[in-house]
Structure formats: C-alpha cells, structure tokens
C-alpha cells in the first residue's frame, strides 16, 4: 500500500505538471531575485525591512542587541524558490529523491541567504550608534504602544546622523504620532518613553 503511494507520488513529481511547475519557480524566482539584487545595488534594498518613514526612506535599525536572525525574508524566500525551481529542472526527473534533493538545496540557499543579511546588516551597524546614545533623544511614535510597560511598540528617533527605529514600552498607551522623549533603555532591548509635553 505505501509503496503504491510512493511509486504515485515519485511519478507525479516526476511528470510533466510537476516539471513545470519547476520551471515556472525557476524562471519566476530568478527574475524576481535579479530584480530585488539590482534594486540593492541602487539604494532600494530594504525590501526585507519594509520600516519607512514619513518621507518614505528607509528606516535604519539600531545596533542595540536586537537585530534578530531572520530566515524568512523576501530575499531568502526568492532564494530558495529559485534554487528549488532549477533543482527541480536538474533533478526532477527522479521523482520523489529528486523533489527532496531540490528542498534541500532551496533550503540550504535559504539559510545561506538568511546568513548573509544577518551578518551584512550587523556589520552595517555595528559600532555606528549604542544604547546610551538614544537616552533623552526625541522622537515619534510609530507603532503605537499599550502602555503599562507590558507590551512594546516602535518609535522613531533621530540619531547619529540617520533615522533609528527602536522597540519601546511606555506607561501609558501611545497612538501612533505621539511626539516622545527616550528615558532610559529597559533590559538592553527596549527603550522606555515618555510623552513630549
């Protein structure tokens, strides 16, 4: 019986609707890749980080110990549907071994994707601004906040020269477009706010 289904399965991913469907990923996500990679080299690269401000430009994020590892991201998630898409245009004719030999491959893109903008986005940042450097600086609430120091929101503060977006917690709820002061940074993560009287 399983082997039934497994021989079922293997010539399906074998056969002409799955063969393009790999072509279709493999020529959709290299495009789209291409043209999320040449939108970076001109400046448009924070597709990943969709944080603009009023005037539209890109948000910049602080080096403050929450620049978290991301592995899904526009940019790893074309990745892995391009590699995935040609693996399964090499390999798709073996079936099912050749499915999860593209898997693997889109996958292991995917977290080499992931790696890099981690690692380029520290470097970015590092050493450009720290903690101590937003306390008493001004700014906007940009993602409103419940206040009662529970649950965060982001505001936006001017510093070093670039716009930081920073998660903060308040005690009292903030809507968004609130003018606030940064008071003290909470736990090295979170920044407590005030409003600007």
């Given at each position: 019986?399983?082997?039934?289904?497994?021989?079922?399965?293997?010539?399906?991913?074998?056969?002409?609707?799955?063969?393009?469907?790999?072509?279709?990923?493999?020529?959709?996500?290299?495009?789209?890749?291409?043209?999320?990679?040449?939108?970076?080299?001109?400046?448009?690269?924070?597709i990943?980080?969709?944080?603009?401000?009023?005037?539209?430009?890109?948000?910049?994020?602080?080096?403050?110990?929450?620049?978290?590892?991301?592995?899904?991201?526009?940019?790893?998630?074309?990745?892995?549907?391009?590699?995935?898409?040609?693996?399964?245009?090499?390999?798709?004719?073996?079936?099912?071994?050749?499915?999860?030999?593209?898997?693997?491959?889109?996958?292991?893109?995917?977290?080499?994707?992931?790696?890099?903008?981690?690692?380029t986005?520290?470097?970015?940042?590092?050493?450009?601004?720290?903690?101590?450097?937003?306390?008493?600086?001004?700014?906007?609430?940009?993602?409103?906040?419940p206040?009662?120091?529970?649950?965060t929101?982001?505001?936006?503060?001017?510093?070093?020269?670039?716009?930081?977006?920073?998660?903060?917690?308040?005690?009292?709820?903030?809507?968004t477009?609130?003018?606030?002061?940064?008071?003290?940074?909470?736990?090295?993560?979170?920044?407590?706010?005030?409003?600007?009287?």
């Amino acid at each position: 019986m399983i082997d039934t289904i497994l021989s079922e399965v293997g010539n399906f991913l074998a056969g002409a609707r799955a063969m393009m469907m790999y072509w279709i990923l493999a020529i959709a996500g290299t495009v789209f890749f291409g043209i999320v990679c040449i939108l970076s080299l001109f400046g448009l690269g924070g597709i990943d980080h969709p944080d603009f401000d009023a005037d539209g430009s890109v948000l910049d994020h602080a080096d403050t110990g929450y620049l978290d590892f991301k592995l899904f991201s526009l940019r790893s998630i074309l990745a892995f549907l391009t590699v995935f898409g040609w693996g399964g245009v090499i390999w798709g004719s073996r079936g099912i071994s050749g499915f999860l030999l593209a898997l693997f491959c889109g996958f292991l893109t995917m977290l080499i994707t992931a790696s890099i903008l981690y690692f380029t986005m520290r470097l970015q940042y590092s050493g450009n601004v720290g903690t101590k450097d937003f306390i008493g600086r001004s700014g906007t609430v940009y993602l409103s906040i419940p206040g009662g120091m529970a649950e965060t929101g982001k505001v936006v503060v001017s510093c070093g020269g670039a716009t930081h977006e920073l998660p903060a917690v308040a005690e009292e709820p903030l809507p968004t477009g609130t003018p606030i002061v940064v008071v003290k940074s909470v736990d090295g993560r979170h920044f407590l706010v005030k409003k600007t009287q």
